[in-house]
């Protein structure tokens, strides 16, 4: 590649502080590189015979003219070192110029390649590869004459021509191709870059290893033109006063903003008062609406990156590699990283008043202290985007109504600890005197055992198990709904605030993955084209091979005509075909996985609870039901922390396989899988205690058997509710404390651990410690944005845990808010301190998430009605009430529970070979059947349908009437806020009122000029009486005169006025226009 200097370039301009820099102009055209894989390939075969390809930089050109740098002239690539001092680079926030903002950061690992050798260094034999006319022209030409001499071979050489060697070249090291075809891309990208209009500076230094840094700055006519083409809205000069409330919703207003102010943070520019400006779309025809106080600060930081981040997203690499955007590049190793910098250190050194975004954020929000206050929203959407921002609004909004939640579950569990002592059921478990013998838990080992015995079951499981659980469920139901029309209005209100209405999708690029697979289609396609023309054309091969100069000719040509793109296709479902088959395959592997792990832990409680009950002491015996719970929970807590993260990894592993075009079909696609994956993970144990469990244990007699061997377990006396409470409990209080508290802190520091020592050499230490390190170097070493998967992830699978169960475990909603006042700080400190900044990306609102949280919501339901119809015993209760008590109370209920089984029907074996109650001719057993002395001995009772009927007719009359009571809730509360309705209509007209103003200003612009041409035409040149002035209608854009004729003529035909009529007299008056900004010219 040739590079030459541009008339236009400019070298060693002073800076502030003195210091002169070097620049260079790369001019790059269509021609002036020969840039593909397949020159590679040529350079590979010139190894054959001692040619070597020499690789290039770019050059430090000295003795350049010194000319003034203009914002708006010819965008030059940078070459400079790192400033002299810190305060000429703003900390390492600015290039060394200290004016210019760094707003991007392109980071890759040098390679030391050998630099561009001197005449002496150079053999003779060596092929130079020059493009069409982009080189200095040779000595002796009148070009060069004209500019003060001829130039030189060798300084030709040294301007920055390629040579590759036939010989061996002397002081240089070896390059690897691979190394050097990474170079040539990222020259043509950065060369891509530069005619884009951005502004790059790279380090001055050269490295041995380690990373190197490219610095990216858009100057205001980029920032202004990608701002028109992105659409981002920008204030106005316009402005009006918000109505406010009158009457007692304006004093109830008043005291809920006084009561709000001590939680409030302490962000400057808040609170804006009563005043809004009115946004609109950015067009550089409409500068003069906008109030531009500095360029600089116009665009903040956050948009700045972001319209960087859309030039290096659809930048092309045409010549070296077809591929498009920084994304693709990253994942081809060509570049390590690339990011937009924080603002500075997130640690206050000055004054309070200067501290930056990222010091505000840090003392503000992501303080535990601050954990009462509520979140800067605004602050975290300016600083890191509309998506971010969302995430923890909605996580604000769905922390603040656990609060009611939290206090209705409280309640509700208060009301079980008082009526514990007055619950006939227990009472009656607990009394010694009724004397219920139970059958055996396990086959001979173990022995008959007294109902009493189980008391301490019985009492907690009423903590849980009341009549107030079906309103806490009702409740939840309810409330389930309400946060999602509260988080709907709150959503629009955000939108309206963040000028978020009415954006439109942006157009995304393929993914990486999705580009190399398409290119190895092309490529194949390609092949069998060939393969089919040579069987058509069979004498064209035998002509003989080309030789000699001819031969490298049609080489170079070859890999010039590499770098034409190729005619555009697409993958098909045939190309993923393989990927939906290893889909559906690993997913109903990984779900029978599950299945196999949940079915092993119930082997283990079956076996250990016949192991205890083998033991010889009471203790042990006595305590059976609870080690084994308590411990077989833990396994369960182990193994889905364990395959949490396993099928989070299968799932990008999967998703990958199904190549996604565009980053949002894959981000869909993988939280689709992850969350079915994390779902069935979590919550399998709960739904085997809750629906499965006791259920097909069998009876006395005829038991279900595992294995012919291990016997089914059943539940406790007191119900299965208590175990799934102790489930429910051990599992969420875990998961949360484990892996959303733990791994979040833990794992993302031993990252960065090993990152910084696999990066830092003991020689480079040194070097580091001697001079202050810069932005760019302490946002590379911090952990890169990875999404907003894991953290939705983990508040989804907790919102399953507060709704889905929730009559089982009244206290889920005050641990969720406990676990979120923690996790809101954690987060927030993840983001400032811990990773770097991520481009801002706009988002309307939290996508497929919602509809997740929608069908959560539905799901809760049907799952508490179940919930309160089999597992608990409300139902039965209320069915001996009713139909069999005799009193109309719950006397006698555990009685009516109970069946009889006679002992003399057990298997051969499976009655107890050693009893220390005595002789026991008839045990109990909970169930709903009849007795042994009955003509259909045991079967099941008229009372066990009746139940079932009664079971069956709660779950249908529950799930109807929450569903009715959410559409109620649903249509009460509109989705839209009333205010917001009434100024988003207000906004409206105020903008058509503000472009019809400024359309009235130029119809009287075009009327002055049409006045002041006729004023100063010669009376020669006056109209006659045949001619006459148009009148003007309602709608002509042409100035008044007077209408030639006798008066009551008709109205002469004027020809349409052109622009050059009535600009001819003012294209001579000197201009004053702002440079940056372009009115319409009139």
């Not at 030709?156 to 390629?162: C, I, L, R």
């Not at 609004?393 to 008082?418: D, E, H, K, R």
């Not at 077989?632 to 889905?640: D, H």
């Amino acid at each position: 590649m040739a590079l030459r200097r541009s008339p236009s370039s400019t070298c060693a301009d002073p800076w502030p502080n003195g210091a002169g820099y070097n620049q260079v102009s790369t001019a790059l055209s269509e021609s002036s590189s020969i840039h593909s894989d397949a020159l590679c390939h040529l350079t590979r075969d010139f190894s054959g015979i001692g040619l070597k390809p020499m690789p290039y930089r770019v050059l430090e050109l000295e003795g350049c003219k010194e000319e003034p740098w203009a914002e708006e002239s010819q965008i030059l690539l940078q070459v400079g070192g790192a400033p002299s001092s810190p305060q000429a680079s703003g900390d390492g926030l600015y290039f060394c110029d200290g004016q210019r903002k760094v707003d991007y950061v392109l980071v890759f690992h040098h390679r030391r390649h050998g630099s561009l050798r001197s005449p002496a260094m150079v053999s003779q034999d060596q092929l130079s590869i020059v493009s069409n006319g982009n080189f200095p022209p040779p000595a002796g030409s009148d070009a060069a004459a004209g500019r003060g001499g001829g130039i030189r071979r060798e300084e030709a050489a040294s301007v920055g021509e390629v040579f590759m060697e036939l010989g061996i070249a002397r002081g240089s090291e070896p390059t690897e191709a691979a190394e050097h075809e990474m170079h040539l891309i990222r020259q043509e990208f950065e060369a891509n870059l530069l005619e884009a209009g951005l502004e790059v500076e790279r380090d001055r230094e050269t490295k041995i290893h380690g990373p190197s840094f490219t610095r990216i700055h858009a100057p205001w006519p980029v920032l202004c033109r990608e701002a028109e083409f992105l659409k981002i809205k920008v204030p106005t000069k316009q402005s009006y006063e918000l109505k406010e409330e009158s009457g007692f919703g304006s004093r109830m207003s008043t005291v809920w903003r006084k009561l709000k102010l001590p939680f409030q943070p302490n962000v400057p520019h808040q609170d804006q008062g009563s005043t809004k400006f009115l946004s609109h779309c950015f067009s550089r025809d409409k500068l003069h609406m906008y109030n531009i106080t500095s360029k600089d600060t116009f665009f903040d930081n956050t948009t700045r990156g972001r319209i960087v981040y859309e030039i290096l997203r659809r930048t092309v690499c045409v010549r070296t590699c077809q591929t498009i955007g920084i994304s693709t590049l990253i994942a081809k190793g060509v570049y390590d990283a690339a990011f937009p910098l924080h603002d500075g250190d997130y640690k206050v050194t000055g004054h309070l008043e200067e501290r930056n975004d990222r010091q505000v954020l840090f003392e503000e929000w992501a303080r535990y202290s601050a954990f009462y206050k509520y979140q800067p929203i605004d602050l975290v959407r300016k600083y890191f985007g509309e998506k971010i921002g969302l995430y923890f609004a909605w996580l604000g909004v769905y922390t603040q109504l656990l609060i009611p939640a939290s206090i209705v579950g409280i309640i509700v569990f208060g009301y079980g600890v008082a009526t514990v002592d007055t619950n006939i059921p227990s009472l009656e478990m607990c009394d010694e005197h009724l004397n219920f013998t139970m059958c055996p838990l396990c086959d001979g080992a173990c022995d008959y055992w007294h109902l009493s015995t189980a008391c301490g079951t019985a009492r907690a499981s009423h903590l849980f198990d009341n009549p107030a659980t079906v309103f806490f469920a009702i409740f939840m139901s309810l409330w389930a709904v309400l946060f999602l029309e509260q988080w709907k209005r709150r959503q629009i209100s955000l939108s309206f605030s963040w000028d978020l209405t009415g954006i439109e999708e942006d157009e995304e690029q393929p993914r990486p993955k999705y580009e190399t697979i398409l290119l190895q289609k092309q490529q194949r396609t390609q092949k069998k084209k060939k393969k089919k023309k040579k069987k058509n054309e069979p004498e064209k091969q035998e002509d003989g091979t080309v030789t000699g100069k001819d031969r490298w000719r049609q080489k170079l040509l070859s890999a010039m005509a590499a770098g034409v793109p190729t005619v555009f296709e697409k993958l098909t479902w045939k190309d993923r075909l393989t990927g939906y088959f290893m889909n559906i395959s690993s997913i109903l592997f990984m779900l029978g996985l599950t299945f196999s792990a949940v079915f092993g832990v119930i082997i283990y409680r079956i076996t250990i609870s016949a192991l205890m009950a083998m033991s010889p002491d009471p203790e042990i015996k006595s305590n059976v039901r609870v080690t084994v719970t308590a411990t077989a929970v833990i396994i369960n807590l182990v193994v889905i922390l364990i395959l949490d993260e396993i099928y989070g990894a299968v799932a990008l592993w999967l998703t990958e396989l199904e190549i996604p075009k565009t980053e949002s079909n894959f981000e869909e696609r993988l939280i689709l899988k992850a969350f079915l994956l994390k779902f069935m993970n979590a919550y399998a144990p709960i739904f085997y205690v809750a629906f499965f469990k006791g259920r097909f244990a069998g009876r006395p007699g005829s038991y279900v058997y595992v294995f012919n061997d291990y016997r089914m377990e059943e539940c406790a006396p007191g119900g299965c509710l208590i175990e799934l409470c102790i489930q429910l409990s051990i599992i969420m209080l875990g998961k949360q404390l484990i892996q959303n508290n733990i791994f979040e802190i833990g794992i993302p520091k031993l990252k960065k651990l090993i990152r910084a020592l696999k990066e830092k050499e003991p020689s480079q230490k040194v070097k580091d410690e001697e001079r202050r390190p810069q932005q760019w170097n302490l946002d590379y070493a911090l952990v890169p944005f990875e999404g907003l998967t894991p953290e939705y992830m983990e508040m989804i699978i907790q919102f399953g845990f507060v709704s889905l169960f929730v009559a089982s475990f009244p206290l889920a909603p005050l641990f969720a808010l406990l676990n979120n006042v923690i996790e809101i700080r954690l987060d927030a400190r993840k983001f400032v301190t811990e990773l770097r900044r991520p481009v801002a990306a706009r988002a309307k609102d939290i996508g497929i998430w919602y509809n997740i949280l929608s069908g959560m919501g539905k799901l809760s339901v049907i799952i508490n009605a179940f919930v309160i119809s089999f597992t608990s015993d409300l139902i039965p209760r209320l069915v001996y009430q009713y139909m069999y008590s005799p009193t109309g109370t719950m006397n006698g209920f555990i009685d009516h529970t109970l069946s009889f089984f006679n002992v003399s029907n057990f298997k051969t074996g499976t009655a107890p070979h050693n009893s220390d109650h005595g002789d026991v001719t008839v045990c109990r057993y909970k169930d709903y059947r009849e007795p042994p002395w009955s003509p259909d001995a045991y079967q099941f009772s008229k009372q066990y349908w009746c139940v079932l009927s009664a079971r069956l007719a709660f779950v249908i009359l529950f799930q109807n009437l929450v569903m009715f009571l959410s559409l109620m809730v649903a249509w009460i509360i509109p989705d839209v806020p009333k205010t917001i309705v009434q100024q988003l209509k207000r906004e409206k007209k105020l903008l058509v009122n503000l472009f019809l103003q400024e359309e009235k200003e130029k119809l009287q612009l075009i009327q002055s000029l049409f006045v002041k041409d006729a004023t100063l035409q010669p009376k020669s040149q006056s109209p006659t009486p045949g001619q006459a002035f148009p009148i003007l209608g309602r709608y002509s854009t042409l100035p008044s005169g007077p209408v030639a004729g006798d008066g009551g003529g008709p109205r002469v035909r004027c020809r349409a006025a052109s622009f050059s009529q009535f600009t001819e007299k003012i294209s001579s008056l000197p201009r004053k226009e702002n440079a940056n900004s372009k009115h319409t010219a009139v």
